[in-house]
């Protein structure tokens, strides 16, 4: 009943971080892993404790809560129980050197940008490393470039994304119906189709449930959260789902960018949608450049492309006029086209500037080209690629957007 | 439309935090806040940037985006746009102490619980601090004694939960439905009722969109959750919703523990139900017990008492066979039987030993006697109470729970 990430999957992951960290850092000695994705990513369980990586032994996973949770759930070959980071502590200062006077080496890799100062201070009373260096970028490129298995579990998030927002949604508008009802809905329909009901990101503090569900201008309002599209959100305390005030209209466009995932895997898509009648031809036209910029980008999603060159052939040819709201409305720009999209909805390499690396095959990027429209909202696409020789290969769907709901 | 928190509001919270760093830490100079939770306390919105909080100046909250909306939603009197830290370490240098050579104080307090080590690696590099002390448990004492304004949302909340679970919930269950179809199901008819679509949490790493949903034995599994009860959850990457597998049969227990929150305000409430036929006469009576317990505990609700003496008292009162599995099945017990509850469903203080800080008026905690048996799942009840000089007010209704659905 359980489905249990492949050991052969975990030992290769283990194995691409360890050469990835030694190239990268080759002085490296210990790393040690909090967060519940990465823990899922080398376990395949997601229990609260920690996983220590020795350069030289074998990695343990210590877990705090539940031990018998995690044997259920995960084939990784090394679980231990700890009460408290005390009982890890004494296990590895004995084992790690195989003497009684052993130390921990200086250096600690730790993903920085997910542990809170609190937690490594008390991690470090028992574990007094004097350093801790970054692992959050080694991880990060490590989890960029799928397996076949995580390709097929992307494929199948994709195959549910596209059937909700191309086929089941159009029926699921009503004149009327508020943008939280539309939001609830969707959120079940997903589900029962085969979404794990869980949409994640990496950035500090993001909350998100199922993406942004708007209607009208409310797909340019402005929201703390770094994507173009924008929305008015249920509340100030929880601007998580779409209002309850804002009801569909006729004429209204519906806007409608979620995410979707099967065993920790998302893929992410946007679908528009014209109700009741059909927006002023020029609407249409910037939205169908937008596809076109998509399809643009798409092709040239090959590897040994950079981002950064994508990003750039794409930016280049647009004129002024149009770059006018483009990827943001007004002054909330973003500065991406693109983004990696796995474990988290907001992965790295990003299609923008700065990211210079070549892609590799495998890689999976959601390509979302989109522009704010006074009084109208946000038009445009996105959908989620699969990096290949022959270009970016679509995972969500090939519906260019504005289905007409009359 | 927009809810906005009052000025008073504001400026008292802002004032009692205040009071009460100079009573406990009373060498205090400057705190900066990053959580969206405690920005919202403060500010009114949640919009991302970080608030300045100097010992002898007003405070200022830095918006990097989004400063429009933070405009919008917010009465707060003095925000100001960033587009990095530097644009906040200038004004503040230049400000702070009227000088040019300006310096910041040695010790800054922040939320070390919640702040990562690179995101305070990227402000030190503007803001050179030597030391952190942590704000935490400051900030949580203050939001612990919640305002009339407060205690009004909580209500609120409280009047929904109660509609949902005791009235609602009894008509929504079908036999062979999944535990996952209750969860969106329950979800959308929560957030239809006026719930505001969120349910926080404050632990590291912690998620959650509802709660536990839980079928018969499913609410003994054990989870990584710090709680009494367990949940089988979707899958090992996404166990947040119920299991898609485990279909409601006649005679199971239905388990229902979820959070429901008006403008960032959260109940806690958890209501059992027996489908198709009753339980057996033991496992009424142990159910019955834990009511019992929850009563007793909610009268000496009142301020003055400790949690640690509310705790012990009736922890002494229970014999060992019942204290098998209580709080938690097999080994998994939790130390606790309630807890506090506001804009995160995990506040302090908590219902357990070492909290000896006498209780305040306009406190809101929630107690949870809940018991496992095997074969059968966990019994028992939580609600939501105000502290009051009669004892905890309950907010979330009075079912007793067992609801016969049959």
């Excluded at 090394?78 to 130390?103: L, Q, Y």
């Excluded at 089941?168 to 009327?176: A, C, N, Q, S, W």
Aim: with cysteine.
């Amino acid at each position: 009943m359980i489905q249990k990430v492949p050991l052969t999957e975990l030992k290769n992951r283990m194995s691409c971080f360890r050469k990835h960290m030694d190239i990268s850092n080759p002085d490296w000695e210990m790393a040690v892993i909090f967060s519940k994705i990465n823990l899922y990513y080398f376990t395949g369980t997601m229990q609260d404790g920690m996983l220590i990586v020795p350069k030289n032994e074998e990695a343990t996973f210590w877990v705090r809560r539940s031990y018998e949770r995690a044997l259920d759930e995960s084939l990784f070959s090394n679980i231990e129980p700890m009460n408290s980071f005390r009982d890890a502590a004494k296990s590895v200062n004995k084992v790690s050197k195989g003497s009684e006077e052993s130390k921990l080496p200086d250096t600690v890799y730790l993903e920085t940008e997910v542990v809170p100062l609190a937690l490594y201070q008390r991690f470090q009373k028992y574990f007094p490393f004097k350093n801790v260096k970054s692992v959050d970028s080694q991880i990060a490129a490590v989890r960029a470039v799928k397996s076949e298995y995580e390709l097929s579990l992307l494929r199948e998030a994709g195959r549910i994304h596209q059937h909700v927002l191309e086929d089941l949604v159009p029926d699921m508008l009503r004149e009327g119906m508020s943008e939280a009802s539309l939001s609830t809905e969707l959120f079940s329909v997903l589900v029962e189709e085969g979404h794990h009901g869980a949409c994640r990101f990496g950035m500090f503090d993001t909350e998100m449930i199922l993406g942004n569900v708007c209607f009208g201008e409310s797909s340019i309002y402005p929201t703390y959260f770094n994507g173009p599209g924008g929305k008015l959100g249920l509340c100030p305390a929880a601007p998580l789902l779409g209002s309850r005030d804002r009801k569909l209209r006729k004429g209204d466009l519906v806007f409608v960018d979620v995410g979707c995932g099967v065993d920790g895997y998302h893929t992410d898509k946007t679908m528009t949608y014209m109700f009741g009648s059909s927006l002023p031809q020029y609407a249409v036209d910037i939205h169908n450049k937008c596809v076109d910029i998509q399809n643009e980008a798409a092709a040239i999603l090959k590897p040994g492309t950079s981002p950064s060159e994508i990003y750039n052939t794409i930016m280049n040819k647009l004129d002024e006029e149009f770059l006018q709201n483009f990827m943001g409305f007004g002054d909330r720009k973003v500065k991406f086209i693109g983004h990696g999209v796995g474990l988290l909805i907001d992965e790295t390499p990003v299609i923008a500037d700065g990211f210079d690396e070549p892609l590799h095959e495998g890689m999976v990027f959601a390509l979302e080209p989109k522009k704010g429209i006074e009084n109208i909202g946000m038009v445009g696409i996105e959908n989620t690629f699969i990096v290949t020789s022959e270009g970016g290969e679509c995972i969500t769907g090939d519906n260019p957007g504005l289905i007409p709901v009359f």
